[in-house]
């Protein structure tokens, strides 16, 4: 009984901090990032579904979400029209269910392998349906997209949703019911057999599983939830383009899900809330958000193999342990130096960008035809590095000691 | 109509050539480590804009010379202090982290390139009619991509089957272990064919930046046309490679081309579809619509029924 009221209290901690997001922060930028963050939860979310939990590297995955997107946006118009007539709340359940008809469709020929194969076809398919896209207009609406009126549907208790806010709220619900089904989807037999399948397909077969069928139903439990992410787009935007289900829309969900922490549960969320955060904050400071981005994401992928999620599981040791405060000091003694150097770079990057003009950064004055500047930054940065390099091996020895396993009990036991 | 038939198979000669270039560098990686390079089209980009660089100083063959040095370089040291590092975490990973490269390349060079188009041209030299054809002129720069293109599948041929380097690099691609044990240092090798085959995209950018532009979405244009090819050819398969870049290049540019469509077929079948019809758009298509669709077309086809392409081998 306990477990599941920890669990559970987990899970109401997490609707707490949906609901009252908007509470703290009601400033009209604000909620438009905690809608853009609720789309990209759930859509990075739904990735993770295939990569992280069934071992199916996509290409296209913003297939799903567009087609879901498209379809919802046509909803919407129809709902003006009164073609039909319900409330707007039930709109990305109408993207999800066009979602899950696509992946029903390409899963039925895509999921026979995983691997490199699957990671092609999902390549070829996401630009097949990106190219048609622009060939048939009357559906895409070309490069202009279709547009679409939120509030002409049947208000829902009174709400008519002309604000962002109402919006928010809405897709708070949703990202809470889509979050809960999908973790209890990897509880399921179904989504512990996708484990099993990811890791080792000719075993799963040996013991009577058909690896095809388990990649196909997290397949289309992926493209069912990509197409919810979809609804809420077109909810919130009112409007899609083409460009919600090419590449680029497919290459951004992997970069989210990836430096989030594949394989962890919450990975996808971390790593959705930063990148739109980068997205939406860092993009106010910087023309250069996007090198940055990619600067970041191959370091993640070099240097941090399984995300920040993954990063601070590998604290679960030391912390289990109660050594945790015995890397505080070494993290630091690193930490500021990686952090200086960071920041000279970036500030030299920032420098060559604007090539001879003044600007600031951080409230600094900087001068790119300034040598001065040059020479400061370059200083900096060499001390920097150097001591990063410096004290490495410290930090080294302390995560080492706060990881080993006790060595003095096992001699205890030996003898 | 003779014409249009004899340009377009000399333009999708072109093409297919240039398409090649990157593909047997590409393969020829795949069939070494086993991952699918997606940074391999930037390689491709990069060439053609160290190119630029180089020619605006020491003119065109300069740039032909040096600019795909830099890039052979450059990829051999990403493979060292990069992808070996990856390569412990397996496939998916270094398969992401080229996915990353890529987008990095391209950030990187509309930041030091900035994200216009590079007025970048071909050799004065070069600028004639090689020769005139119903009225049509072949640019000499054309036949000289098609001669680079030749040579450097001759050379690749021959160093790869007659030499003794080849005859290394062959065994280690099946027999790693076996090499290293008989004395060769077999990491080494492989940066160095990662290097040769970044080396070949670059000499690709640097011959196809004039007459196919240089900006930043070049490698984004032909990226995943090269993917297509690598696997329509049969991963691994330097021949499959060869045969379905000549395929693609002629395919599409046929299909430009060609002015046929859906109408066509209609009124051959006697059909007719009134303008406001809801598949409107599906009856009105032409073939040179569909054109850049067709490699991913044939792409998603060959996976389903010959995942293994033209000339791939048996999966184990």
Not at chain 1, 71 to 87: C, K
Not at chain 1, 203 to 214: C, K, L, M, P, Q
Request: glycine share 10%; with cysteine.
């Amino acid at each position: 009984m306990k477990p599941l009221l920890q669990k559970s209290a987990v899970w109401f901690a997490y609707l707490g901090v949906l609901l009252g997001l908007p509470l703290l922060f009601d400033s009209i930028l604000a909620i438009t990032i905690f809608n853009q963050m609720a789309i990209a939860i759930i859509f990075a979310l739904s990735y993770n579904m295939l990569l992280g939990q069934g071992g199916m590297l996509s290409f296209g995955h913003a297939v799903y979400f567009g087609l879901g997107g498209f379809m919802a946006v046509h909803t919407l118009v129809m709902i003006e029209y009164e073609t039909v007539y319900f409330s707007i709340i039930y709109i990305p359940l109408i993207g999800g269910l066009i979602g899950l008809l696509a992946a029903i469709f390409i899963g039925s020929f895509s999921t026979h392998k995983a691997g490199t194969v699957f990671a092609m076809i999902s390549l070829g398919i996401g630009e097949l349906v990106a190219a048609s896209s622009l060939i048939f207009v009357s559906f895409f609406g070309g490069e202009a997209g279709v547009n679409a009126d939120r509030t002409y549907g049947p208000p829902f208790f009174g709400v008519e949703f002309f604000q962002d806010v109402e919006i928010y709220y809405l897709a708070a619900v949703w990202v809470f019911i889509a979050t809960l089904f999908m973790y209890l989807f990897t509880q399921t037999p179904a989504g512990r057999m996708a484990n099993a399948v990811r890791d080792n397909p000719e075993r799963a077969e040996f013991i009577g599983y058909s690896a095809r069928r388990v990649r196909f139903i997290s397949f289309c439990a992926s493209g069912f939830f990509a197409g919810i992410a979809g609804g809420l787009f077109a909810l919130n935007y009112e409007f899609i383009t083409e460009e919600n289900l090419n590449a680029v829309t497919s290459g951004r969900v992997l970069l989210m899900a990836y430096i989030g922490g594949l394989g962890y549960f919450i990975g996808p969320i971390i790593g959705a809330v930063i990148l739109t955060l980068m997205n939406s904050l860092l993009s106010n400071y910087t023309e250069l958000w996007m090198l940055y981005l990619g600067i970041m994401f191959v370091l993640t992928v070099l240097f941090l193999p399984r995300g920040f999620a993954g990063f601070i599981m590998m604290h679960r040791t030391a912390w289990i342990r109660g050594k945790l405060r015995s890397l505080l000091l070494p993290y630091l003694i690193t930490g500021v130096p990686a952090l200086l150097f960071a920041t000279a770079g970036v500030a030299m990057i920032e420098m060559l960008h604007h090539e001879g003009e003044a600007f600031h950064f951080l409230g600094l004055p900087l001068d790119s035809a300034n040598l001065l500047h040059w020479l400061l930054c370059a200083v900096v940065a060499t001390f920097a590095y150097l001591g990063c390099k410096r004290t490495l091996p410290q930090l080294q020895e302390a995560w080492e000691s706060a990881n080993a396993i006790d060595e003095a009990g096992e001699e205890r036991e030996r003898s | 109509m003779l014409e249009v038939f004899i340009f377009s198979t000399l333009n999708g000669l072109v093409t297919g050539l240039l398409l090649f270039m990157l593909a047997s560098g590409l393969t020829l990686i795949f069939s070494m480590m086993g991952v699918l390079n997606f940074a391999h089209a930037s390689f491709y980009m990069l060439g053609a804009y160290f190119a630029y660089s180089i020619s605006l100083h020491l003119g065109f063959w300069a740039g032909l010379i040096f600019a795909p040095l830099i890039v052979g370089l450059l990829g051999a040291e990403i493979e060292r202090f990069a992808l070996r590092r990856v390569h412990a975490h397996g496939h998916v990973a270094e398969l992401v982290f080229t996915f990353g490269l890529a987008f990095l390349i391209e950030e990187s060079v509309q930041f030091f390139w900035g994200p216009d188009t590079k007025n970048y041209q071909s050799p004065d030299i070069l600028d004639f009619p090689l020769f005139t054809l119903f009225g049509q002129e072949f640019s000499a720069y054309r036949g000289f991509m098609i001669a680079i293109s030749v040579g450097i599948f001759v050379g690749l041929y021959y160093v790869l089957t007659r030499s003794r380097i080849g005859i290394i690099i062959q065994a280690a691609i099946t027999h790693p272990h076996t090499v290293a044990n008989l004395g060769h240092n077999v990491p080494f090798i492989f940066m160095g064919v990662f290097g040769v085959g970044t080396a070949l995209a670059g000499v690709a950018g640097v011959i196809a930046g004039p007459v196919l532009t240089t900006f930043p979405g070049m490698a984004v244009v032909l990226g995943s046309i090269v993917f297509v090819i690598v696997v329509i050819g049969g991963l691994g398969s330097l021949g499959g490679a060869f045969i379905a870049s000549l395929m693609i290049g002629l395919l599409q540019s046929y299909a430009i081309a060609s002015n046929v469509g859906m109408p066509d077929l209609l009124n051959l079948l006697g059909l007719e579809f009134s303008r406001d019809h809801p598949l409107t758009d599906l009856w009105t298509l032409t073939l040179p619509q569909v054109a850049p669709i067709l490699p991913f077309l044939l792409l998603v086809l060959v996976l389903i029924f010959r995942p293994t392409g033209i000339a791939g081998k048996r999966e184990q």
